[in-house]
């Protein structure tokens, strides 16, 4: 499959050959009836970029159908350009043979992998149905879908197999430096409250476990799900590492907190939701609430740099740094 320098994305080559029907589809849809039964006159339909981010990846969905409207399927591309990622295949892969594969009777389960095209550097997986976790949990019925997601976490802390990552408190720590080093550089009046924060986070790192007794996505917020009535699909499982359950946990609280924050100025609705989503851990796994709140606070450090990387979340700061300042026990 011949490539040109992409006009997309010079840092993804294979971008504009996964793009055009009349170079993917052929492996396209070879690669799919090797894993999933397809009719014999379904052809691509669409091909559409879903999430790019330049330089770095792009999620691309892909549209099956026959001619008269019959069948169809939606089936996504991820790419990136460190390459085909094989170690989240193999995870997929290792998932769909325990009670978190696509059918599988318990509360949670992973997208199917649908095959690789190597020569576009690029896995594909089956679209998953469902509401986002954010849009699930700023519903009516937020507090049931909190309560269902922790459980659905607990399951994949049980059930997800050992990988070939490690990510200690020692590593959260130095990515926390970045973070806070960025900080420090967008004003003068930023330098003081990035070293108070990093000397804050510190403190909590020493006080961390050390282990990494489980398989832990280590992005784990709401966007990173799809809610149904039956089953919460869990996605994006490129970062999974050995590390401490509690992270996940912590992560995805501090991301209610955030919101708030950002919404209201303080601490409202989407916090309250912290409580079913550690009920519904614990209905299926021990948990250590200290271990938790100590990500929760690293995680909200970080979301006070990210508050000045993201425009829209720039009135955050002062409620982020209010918030972690009160959690580090110094006068706000």
């Keep these: 499959m011949p490539l040109v320098r992409s006009r997309l994305d ?35 339909a669409a091909a559409s970029i879903i999430r790019h981010k330049p330089g770095r990846r792009c999620l691309i ?12 399927l939606s089936v996504l591309g991820k790419m990136r350009a460190r390459g085909l990622d094989r170690r989240t295949v193999a995870l997929h892969t290792a998932l769909a043979t325990t009670p978190l594969r696509w059918d599988g009777p318990g509360p949670a389960n992973v997208p199917p992998v649908l095959g690789t095209i190597p020569a576009l550097n690029l896995w594909l997986q089956g679209e998953a149905p469902g509401i986002p976790g954010a849009l699930a949990l700023d519903g009516p019925h937020g507090a049931e879908a909190s309560y269902r997601i922790g459980q659905a976490l607990a399951t994949f802390h049980r059930f997800a197999p050992a990988v070939d990552r490690r990510h200690d408190p020692t590593r959260e720590l130095a990515i926390l430096d970045k973070q806070l080093s960025r900080l420090a550089s967008v ?9 108070e924060l990093r000397s804050g986070a510190a403190r909590i790192v020493d006080q961390l476990p050390s282990g990494c007794p489980a398989t832990i996505h280590r992005d784990f ?18 970062l999974a590492t050995r590390g401490d359950p509690a992270l996940d946990i912590g992560n995805c609280c501090a991301h209610l907190i955030e ?74």
């Design 259 to 332: 919101a708030d924050l950002r919404r209201h100025g303080a601490e409202g609705p989407l916090t309250a939701l912290r409580a079913p989503l550690l009920a519904g851990y614990r209905a299926a796994e021990s948990i250590d609430e200290a271990t938790v709140h100590r990500y929760e606070t690293l995680a909200l450090i970080r979301h006070v740099a990210i508050s000045q990387r993201i425009p829209s979340r720039a009135q955050a700061t002062p409620h982020l740094v209010k918030c972690c300042r009160n959690r580090l026990g110094h006068t706000p």
């Design 61 to 72: 969905r892909y549209r099956l159908a026959a001619p008269d409207g019959t069948w169809q």
């Design 221 to 238: 917020y709401p966007d990173q799900l799809l809610v149904r009535p039956d089953r919460i699909t869990l996605l994006d499982l490129d």
């Design 10 to 44: 010079p840092r993804l080559p294979w971008l504009e050959a996964a793009l055009d029907p009349a170079v993917v589809e052929r492996d396209l849809l070879c690669t799919v009836r090797d894993h999933t039964a397809i009719p014999d006159q379904v052809r691509l």
């Design 187 to 195: 004003t003068s009046e930023y330098g003081p409250i990035a070293k």
